[in-house]
């Protein structure tokens, strides 16, 4: 998911191989993968990670002293459980249809379903497979990891598992996807599980742990310009977090101040005067409401609670979905926009999909003026690259 990489070693005796399994469901994942005595062992499923594990007693099951594990929705393919992978990656490749001809017409490679993990993963088996070595080493998977990087473009931030060997990790050249050790997606799952000796991977730096050794980091290719994806600021990553020294909290508090200004500027202070209360839409619209309510010194209201079943609405197959998603997902607290000017406080917009229901919600709620704004940057894609466009504001009234 999401996130910085870090080196982490833990301040407890070392785990055993069913302590290992139990660590990572703990730790974050819908899919597990462990490695013991040649045999390599997976659960994987949709839903909640407590159902899939079935609430700890699978970890019997899972012996092993290597394991990855994840938790996340598709950015490619479909959701079902043929396309996840023991090859976590957090990604999005810009060049799916060149990578998949090459691994076609020159890799001589078959790709089992449309997931990027697998084509990133397919990729680095091939560079991999060029050593001609029934057993890899260090070097050999170095030197695969700096091939892949000279055919691959995007946003990604991977780990992996090569069997009874090692485990590796690397980010993207820009840095807009990231990773930690335990190698984990963001640096909140290591601070509950009390890891220590942060170290961030850098852009392009690759990280091997072998079998009973110690992590050995290498810069694979020259770093690019410092571009982190925008989402795991805004929406992908937990508050808790702390990506390459910047924390997550900080910057949400940082872009709600921002909107502050913005909206005092565009609307003027008549205007600002006359709004009621600062709704936030949870849960990563709260941080920048709070900065928003302080700076304009207007209430701070939790007017909507949100169904924590109803997973991310944006990504749902089609528009009638998602619309009664958003229904679903968010109920207002009705007293609170009974006849109020109300300030709505996202952090994003995707689709659309979400904001013009939130405004249709708090309408029928009661709310005499709606006002809905976005705390991030807007941003459009030029050339497989973000670029920032301005500060985003929309704004609605009710019908009244």
Request: aromatic letters at 8%; a positive charge; charged letters at 20%.
């Amino acid at each position: 998911m999401r996130p910085s990489v870090s080196a982490r070693q833990s301040t407890s005796q070392p785990a055993g191989k069913h302590r290992l399994s139990a660590i990572l469901v703990s730790a974050i994942h819908i899919l597990l993968s462990l490695r013991t005595s040649g045999r390599i062992y997976s659960c994987k499923g949709k839903g909640l990670a407590s159902k899939v594990f079935r609430y700890g007693a699978i970890i019997p099951e899972l012996p092993g002293f290597v394991g990855l594990g994840h938790l996340r929705y598709p950015t490619a393919g479909t959701s079902s459980n043929a396309e996840s992978q023991p090859f976590y990656v957090s990604s999005n490749l810009l060049d799916t249809e060149k990578l998949k001809e090459y691994l076609d017409f020159e890799a001589h490679r078959h790709i089992n379903t449309d997931s990027d993990s697998e084509i990133m993963l397919q990729v680095f088996a091939s560079q991999l497979l060029q050593t001609n070595k029934r057993r890899v080493d260090e070097e050999d998977l170095f030197t695969g990891l700096e091939n892949m990087y000279k055919i691959t473009v995007g946003g990604f931030a991977f780990c992996g598992m090569v069997a009874g060997f090692a485990i590796f990790g690397a980010r993207d050249p820009h840095d807009g996807k990231a990773l930690d050790y335990m190698l984990a997606s963001e640096s909140v799952a290591l601070d509950q599980l009390g890891f220590t000796e942060i170290k961030d991977i850098e852009p392009r730096q690759a990280v091997i742990i072998p079998k009973g050794g110690s992590p050995i980091f290498r810069q694979v290719h020259p770093q690019l310009s410092y571009t982190p994806d925008i989402f795991e600021f805004c929406y992908f990553s937990s508050p808790n977090s702390i990506m390459d020294g910047i924390s997550v909290y900080e910057s949400r508090q940082g872009m709600g101040l921002k909107l502050a200004n913005t909206i005092r500027e565009t609307l003027g202070q008549d205007v600002v005067d006359d709004i009621d209360i600062v709704v936030p839409i949870p849960d990563s619209g709260i941080v920048p409401a709070l900065s928003v309510a302080e700076a304009l010194n207007t209430p701070y209201r939790h007017a909507f609670s949100r169904n924590r079943y109803i997973f991310r609405t944006f990504i749902m197959p089609n528009q009638e979905k998602r619309r009664r998603g958003v229904q679903s997902k968010l109920n207002p607290l009705r007293s609170e926009f009974k006849g109020k000017n109300v300030l709505l406080v996202d952090d994003t917009i995707v689709r659309g999909t979400t904001s013009l229901q939130v405004c249709n919600i708090a309408r029928e709620a009661g709310a005499k003026k709606v006002y809905f704004t976005i705390s991030s940057n807007a941003f459009h894609e030029a050339e497989g690259r973000l670029s920032v466009l301005r500060m985003h504001i929309i704004f609605t009234s009710s019908n009244s």
